[in-house]
């Protein structure tokens, strides 16, 4: 039942009205002499037979940026990322700003870094993930103290958004795989930064710049 006031209605269709993805209701009524727009704001995005607001007051979906929609929604629809694969919107979980365009690879996509985790030095507790890779890609994270955006040339595609005295994760364990689904992720060890000369700890109020740097064959191989 949508209404009992609808007095003499003559025409009724079903249609998206305001672009949400539901059905709304419009009727043409005769006696009252109007068009009623009725809005389905019942919303069930996840298909589970609840309303998603519900879900979200008992819990049963989360809605870590509070707009009323559930986070697993979201992450389906393309909306938010979820690089690291944990359910979670990134941008729930972001550290840090993103200052550099990366240029698109060949699956067609920029690759996305995404750093989570603690921002306090003391728990030690920052992963980088990087999503939208070329499937089956050895990778390498770079730091640097200096930030950077250079198009590069030759041999190379893309931007260098490092410069300076920059490091390698190249230690064991380090240099990761893009695997089947085009994703990587490393845990790192705030105490033990790279640079060109050895490992060094992160400071309080000190900046630190992350790339992933790839093969790739777009189309001729490149990096």
């Known amino acids: 039942m949508i209404t009992t006031s609808a007095d003499g209605a003559v025409s009724v269709?079903?249609?998206d009205l305001d672009g949400d993805g539901d059905a709304d209701v419009l009727s043409a009524i005769f006696n009252d002499d109007k068009i009623a727009w009725y809005e389905n704001i019942y919303?069930?995005?996840?298909?589970?037979?609840i309303a998603d607001t519900a879900d979200i007051t008992n819990g049963t979906s989360l809605d870590c940026n509070a707009n009323?929609?559930?986070?697993?929604?979201?992450?389906?629809?393309?909306?938010?990322?979820?690089?690291?694969?944990?359910?979670?919107?990134?941008?729930?979980?972001?550290?840090?700003?993103?200052?550099?365009?990366?240029?698109?690879?060949?699956?067609?996509?920029?690759?996305?870094?995404?750093?989570?985790?603690s921002d306090l030095l003391s728990q030690n507790d920052v992963t980088l993930t990087v999503c939208q890779?070329?499937?089956?890609?050895?990778?390498?994270?770079?730091?640097?103290?200096?930030?950077?955006?250079?198009h590069t040339g030759g041999f190379s595609q893309g931007t260098l958004c490092?410069?300076?005295?920059?490091?390698?994760y190249v230690g064991p364990g380090q240099i990761v795989s893009s695997g089947t689904i085009g994703a990587v992720?490393?845990?790192?060890?705030?105490?033990?930064?790279?640079?060109?000369?050895?490992?060094?700890?992160?400071?309080?109020?000190?900046t630190w710049y992350f790339q992933l740097?790839?093969?790739?064959t777009n189309p001729a191989p490149t990096s």
């Open 185 to 206: 992720s490393l845990p790192i060890d705030l105490a033990a930064m790279p640079t060109p000369t050895g490992l060094v700890a992160a400071t309080t109020f000190s």
């Open 43 to 49: 919303r069930d995005c996840n298909g589970n037979g």
């Open 68 to 117: 009323g929609i559930p986070d697993e929604c979201e992450i389906t629809s393309g909306t938010e990322f979820d690089c690291n694969g944990n359910g979670v919107p990134d941008s729930c979980e972001l550290l840090g700003t993103r200052y550099c365009t990366a240029s698109a690879n060949s699956s067609g996509l920029p690759g996305r870094l995404t750093i989570i985790g």
């Open 133 to 150: 890779l070329p499937i089956q890609s050895f990778d390498i994270f770079i730091t640097s103290r200096t930030p950077a955006s250079i």
């Open 213 to 216: 740097w790839y093969r790739d």
């Open 162 to 168: 490092v410069a300076g005295a920059v490091g390698l």
């Open 13 to 15: 269709y079903a249609t």
